[in-house]
């Protein structure tokens, strides 16, 4: 759904009309995810100006029952139409629980084989380059562990500092929070083995933030 108005009123967008019956809610195990994420390209807009292009991410539940065949879609026209994007034959049909978008053009795409939080894996993270970077994927991260809960990036490019929170894994020496300082070429542990209040840290880490006035305080 769109406004125009600041959410005062909305109108159906171009991209699936298509309500679930009780059904076909039951049939895909009685919580469809839908949809899952929007991001815009603002990159040359401002002033209030409208941002034309923008990215959805579609949980492969709907995407079944609405007959789409993505898990992504793009729009150029603030909405009106959708095309969809081609996402890697290797994480078709997975959900999509976080994406996020650089001042460099990119995206960072986490892509999860089971929905929800502590889902299992795997789980990948890839880097997608949009309109501004010719809409080509680069696979940066990958787990079997656990599924990825959460992605959050400071600066661009090669120098970048990727910190990636994995979610349901629960015994020492499993990954909980991954961190890149090359953007995604290399990763480490940071958190597994961390002093907390019920011994090591671990459990379900579905988000994670950079702070980006302190690239080192997570």
Known sequence: WKSTNSGQTWTQTGLSSKMLTGSEIIAVGGSPVGVEQIIFDNSSVGGGATTWIMYAAIAPDYVQKAGLTSTMYKSTNGGFSWTPVSVPSNVSGYFVPHMLRTNDGNYYVVFNK???????????????????????????????TGGYGGVS??????????????????????????????????????????????????????????????????
């Open 114 to 144: 089971n929905a929800g939080q502590g889902a299992q894996g795997p789980g990948y993270l890839y880097r997608f380059g949009g309109v501004t970077n010719g809409e080509s994927w680069t696979q940066l991260a990958t787990t079997t």
């Open 153 to 218: 990036v400071y600066g661009t490019g090669s120098t970048a500092r990727i910190a990636l929170a994995v979610t349901g894994t629960w015994s020492g020496g499993q990954p909980a929070v991954q961190l890149s300082d090359n953007g995604g070429g290399t990763w480490r542990e940071i958190a597994d083995g961390m002093q907390h209040w019920g011994g090591g840290f671990r459990g379900w880490i579905d988000d994670i933030e950079i702070d980006p006035a302190n690239k080192d305080h997570i």
